[in-house]
């Protein structure tokens, strides 16, 4: 008997382990129940496994009532914006992020301004990289802002 208990097991471990089991089922409780928290955990899986384009979609839908201008809900879509090079959406929400503690030194953030360069706002992506270059702190901020220099052929 003890074989056969391994061999189950196993199967189950297979089937809980594919990559798409998680997907499929996160599908299956929004079909259930099509609710703001059930659309941005499978968008946060899509963004997980590379389809940021359909998580777009999912975090847009997400945004109405309470949730229209949430940050946490902001940061996601600038994420998935950016690996989809969606920089008009990435920009767009981070204009609305700009008082928001978390966002001041978040790596979305970095997205946003490298958004900015890449729509031709230099200047503007200048500023931000500029005010997350912080002595002693957000070192991943400032390697970012060494490429930008190096991107824009500039020297401080």
């Known amino acids: 008997f003890a074989p056969k208990l391994t061999l189950f097991a196993n199967l189950v471990q297979l089937y809980v382990g594919s ?59 600038i994420k998935a914006g ?19 503690f978390a966002f001041k030194n978040s790596e979305e953030r970095i997205a946003y301004a490298w958004s900015l360069f890449h729509l031709d706002q230099k200047d503007e992506a200048n500023i931000h990289f500029q005010d997350m270059d912080a002595r002693f702190a957000n070192h991943k901020h400032r390697l970012e802002y060494s490429k930008f220099m190096q991107a824009t052929e500039t020297t401080q």
């Open 82 to 100: 950016f690996l989809v090079k969606d920089y008009k959406t990435v920009v767009a929400c981070g204009e609305k992020l700009q008082a928001d």
């Open 19 to 77: 990559p798409n089991y998680q997907i499929e089922k996160l599908e299956k409780e929004l079909k259930i129940a099509d609710t703001t928290t059930n659309r941005i955990k499978l968008a946060d899986e899509y963004v997980n496994v590379g389809r940021a384009e359909e998580a777009i979609e999912l975090y847009k839908k997400s945004r109405t009532g309470i949730s229209a201008d949430d940050p946490e809900l902001l940061m996601k879509l």
